[in-house]
């Protein structure tokens, strides 16, 4: 059988909202079924504030996989040595966090493309990339549909950035850009506060900005009205949950409504 890529980057050319759910910490299955069997579009593996190893990694995708979920993987930093082994286990794309200039998404590209695009090393059949898809056409193939159907994603979530955004995303082959809220409002001197006048004008200035240059805008965060208030605004591509913010806000409206019932009961804790 044949595990193949593409229908994250058809999905995303299509203009359809995709929905992701994170994985931070989990290092089971259990939370890549879940988020599959709940609806969720997409699986979004972070690498950049977890502790997850590369072996994690490695096994979150293979269950996508094995379930046609499509996958990204968050790496932790812009180099070759974190990229492709992470590319190596087929994953659907790799989103890219601190991007600043221009010369980090052609130094992306030069990682993540294979010659003569770029100077990605070809594992043949020593990684998934290579083994177990099933290339009938060989090494010609898989360089060809990994190269097509990779989706690569980066961050906007600094000033400088923010500063350079047409530069940044007049690099070919950039299909969505995530704006990082946290860091984005730090950046801007404004840390948390996203109703701020200044942090709207600058995310809708990365919209506008991606729209020019033909790639998806995504932004993080999940609450009903948040997510309806950036659709209306153009963002396409959302990071809605992730497996530890839903283990405590669940674990905290049980814990809430047990005391509540205590309380009504008048039983001391």
Partial sequence: MRYGIGKLKARIKQKKPVFFGCVMESRTGATVEGYHEAGLDALMIDREHSSLDRTA??????????????????????????ICPLLDQLPDGIFIPRIRTRADVEELMAIVKYPPLGQRGCGA???PAGRYVGWKGGAAEMIETVGRDTVVGI?????????????????????????????????????????????????RRIIAACERHG??????????????FWLREGMRCFWVCDDNGLVWNGARRVAESLHAILDEEKIAR
């Fill in 125 to 127: 059949s020593t990684c």
């Fill in 215 to 228: 790639v998806a805008p995504g932004i993080a965060g999940g609450a009903p009205d948040w997510v309806r």
């Fill in 155 to 203: 961050q906007i979530e600094t000033r400088e950035a923010l500063e350079q955004v047409d530069d940044i995303l007049s690099v070919p082959g950039i299909d969505v850009v995530i704006v990082g809220n946290d860091d984005l409002s730090v950046g801007m001197g404004i840390p948390g506060e996203f109703d701020n006048p200044r942090y709207l004008d600058a995310v």
């Fill in 57 to 82: 990694v490695a096994e979150l995708i293979r269950t996508a996989r094995l379930l046609d979920f499509p996958c990204m993987v968050r790496a932790s930093h812009n180099t070759y040595a974190e």
